[in-house]
Nanobody, 126 residues
C-alpha cells in the first residue's frame, strides 16, 4: 500500500504561481512513477504531468508545457508540481497519483495508476 498526501493548493490570481507537494509513504518511493492529475467540476479527470521513478523523464499535457514543472526528491519521498503563469482554466482539484512502474513510457491514463491522494484545490481568479 502507498499513502499519498497532497498540499500546497489555494486561491491565486491569474498569472500567479503555486507549488503543490505530495508526500508518499508505505513503499519504496524510487520504485514509483508519479503523476499529477486534475478534475474540474463537470469534467473528466485529466493527466497534467508525470515523472519517471528516476526523475530523468517527464511528460506534460500540452496546455501546461512551459508553465508547469514536475520534479521529485526521492530522499524526501516527495513529488512537486511547480505551477507558474496560472490561468482560470487551471482551476481544479489536483490529485497526486502513483504507479508501481520501473519502465517507460509514462502513462497518462488515470486507470494505469495504482494509488491516489485525496486532492488539493487550486482556484485561479481572473
Amino acid at each position: 500500500q502507498v499513502q499519498l498526501v497532497e498540499s500546497g493548493g489555494g486561491l491565486v490570481q491569474a498569472g500567479g504561481s503555486l507549488r503543490l507537494s505530495c508526500v508518499a509513504s508505505g513503499r519504496t518511493f524510487s520504485s514509483l512513477t508519479m503523476g499529477w492529475f486534475r478534475q474540474a467540476p463537470g469534467k473528466e479527470r485529466e493527466f497534467v504531468a508525470g515523472i519517471s521513478w528516476s526523475g530523468r523523464t517527464t511528460y506534460y499535457r500540452d496546455s501546461v508545457k512551459g508553465r508547469f514543472t514536475i520534479s521529485r526528491d526521492n530522499a524526501k519521498n516527495t513529488v512537486y508540481l511547480q505551477m507558474n503563469s496560472l490561468k482560470p482554466d487551471d482551476t481544479a482539484l489536483y490529485y497526486c497519483a502513483a504507479e508501481v512502474r520501473l519502465s517507460l513510457p509514462i502513462h497518462t491514463a488515470a486507470s494505469d495508476y495504482d494509488y491516489w491522494g485525496q486532492g488539493t484545490q487550486v482556484t485561479v481568479s481572473s
